[in-house]
């Protein structure tokens, strides 16, 4: 059975940092990339950054590059999500998700974890 299991959110006031961790297991397809994505109240889940398992190759959101670093420790089977100069706007449920059909960073999510709450007051 493939698990997704995010920890390592909470509060933070603007400017600081949080790293959250997705420790995955169950994985049976060799190549598969791993996303973080996240949904604000009232707003659509958008997409934040991924990494690809085959060559570690990385995507990030514009409104993130330069802020947030994903990194993937393949002896840990977790991906990890280092944020750093938060912001308000930050402030949403985090999530990870496999996407197992290829390790492109197609944005084709198969497999979810169950959120952890990111909220930075201003």
């Known amino acids: 059975e493939v698990q997704l299991v995010e920890s390592g959110g909470g509060l933070v006031q603007a400017g600081g940092s949080l790293r959250l961790a997705c420790a995955h297991s169950?994985?049976?397809?060799?190549?598969?990339?791993i996303g973080w994505l996240r949904q604000a109240p009232g707003k659509e889940r958008e997409g934040v950054t991924c990494?690809?398992?085959?060559?570690?190759?990385?995507y990030y959101a514009d409104s993130v590059k330069g802020r947030f670093t994903i990194s993937s420790d393949n002896a840990k089977n977790t991906v990890y999500l280092q944020m750093n100069n938060l912001k308000p706007e930050d402030t949403a449920v985090y999530y990870c998700a496999a996407e197992s059909y290829g390790s492109s960073c197609l944005g084709e999510y198969d497999y979810w974890g169950q959120g952890t709450q990111v909220t930075v007051s201003s």
């Open positions: 169950g994985f049976t397809f060799d190549d598969y990339a």
């Open positions: 990494i690809s398992s085959s060559d570690g190759s990385t």
